[in-house]
């Protein structure tokens, strides 16, 4: 059975997209630990991140690193923290948090954000990275 990424990938289960290229997708998590926390997943389905084939972690790093800045430009931060967990979604991914502290990266502090909020950000992020090309 496909991952619930996967099927976000596919278009099956709607989601906050804020970039995408021919192996990349970056949407809003839907359990964020701050406003404008984003995921970066490849769309070659694999459980975990060291098991990305050399050049395509290398890509995948890179992709974040335009979303990073395309957040910075969306959500006021000081920094753009990242981090690889990879336990609740057998689907390698990148947690993109934008913080002004050290406890922004808290994972047992989740929120929520009205639709409306998050399809406001996901729009400012997507067309910064936009602006980056």
């Known amino acids: 059975m496909a991952s ?11 989601s906050y997209k804020c ?3 021919d ?15 984003t995921l970066v ?24 690193k335009k979303v990073a800045k395309a957040i910075q430009t969306a959500v006021p931060c000081v920094k753009i923290g990242v981090a690889v967990i990879g336990l609740e979604v057998r689907h390698a991914h990148i947690h993109l948090v934008p913080m002004q502290k050290e406890g922004d990266m ?3 502090h989740k929120q929520t954000f009205p639709e409306e909020t998050m ?9 910064a990275f936009e602006a980056l090309k």
Do not use: C, W
């Open 23 to 37: 192996k990349f997708y970056a949407f809003l998590d839907i359990n964020p630990v701050q406003k404008g926390h």
């Open 106 to 108: 808290d994972f047992s």
């Open 4 to 14: 619930i990424f996967t099927r976000i990938i596919n278009g099956d289960i709607p």
């Open 19 to 21: 970039a995408e290229n």
């Open 41 to 64: 997943v490849p769309k070659k389905e694999t459980d975990y991140i060291f098991d990305i084939d050399d050049n395509d972690l290398s890509e995948m790093i890179v992709f974040a």
């Open 119 to 127: 399809k406001d950000i996901a729009a400012k992020i997507a067309s």
